[in-house]
């Protein structure tokens, strides 16, 4: 079992940045694969990054491409999302996921963080 809890959320205006914090406890996440998603009201919740951290590779979503870095402190069991020119379209819960390497899902997934862009 893998517990996810984030923090960092909050309410920011257009352009400004937050930095969510994702932390696991229960067993190493060096085995995993950690992604971030996001669900607006009213809408499907979409991928927005991920990490293995095996080798560190990354993917962030074309929407949020060189705005958005996720990135990773094994030692301290934590992924974190930096989020810079945030825009109102970014409001959104965000939630943090683990998945075992190769099954191509998330099993476990954090209770989630809201994020308020303001313009």
């Known amino acids: 079992q893998v517990q996810l809890v984030e923090s960092g959320g909050g309410l920011v205006q257009a352009g400004g940045s937050l930095r969510l914090s994702c932390t696991a406890s229960?067993?190493?996440?060096?085995?995993?694969?950690m992604g971030w998603f996001r669900q607006a009201p009213g809408k499907a919740r979409e991928f927005v990054a991920d990490?293995?951290?095996?080798?560190?590779?990354?993917s962030v979503a074309g929407s949020v491409k060189g705005r958005f870095t996720i990135s990773g402190d094994n030692a301290k069991n934590t992924v974190y999302l930096q989020m810079n020119s945030l825009k109102p379209e970014d409001t959104a819960v965000y939630y943090c996921a683990a998945g075992i390497v190769g099954t191509g899902r998330y099993d476990y997934w954090g209770q989630g963080t809201q994020v308020t862009v303001s313009s």
């Open positions: 229960g067993r190493s996440v060096s085995r995993y694969v």
């Open positions: 990490m293995g951290w095996s080798g560190g590779s990354t």
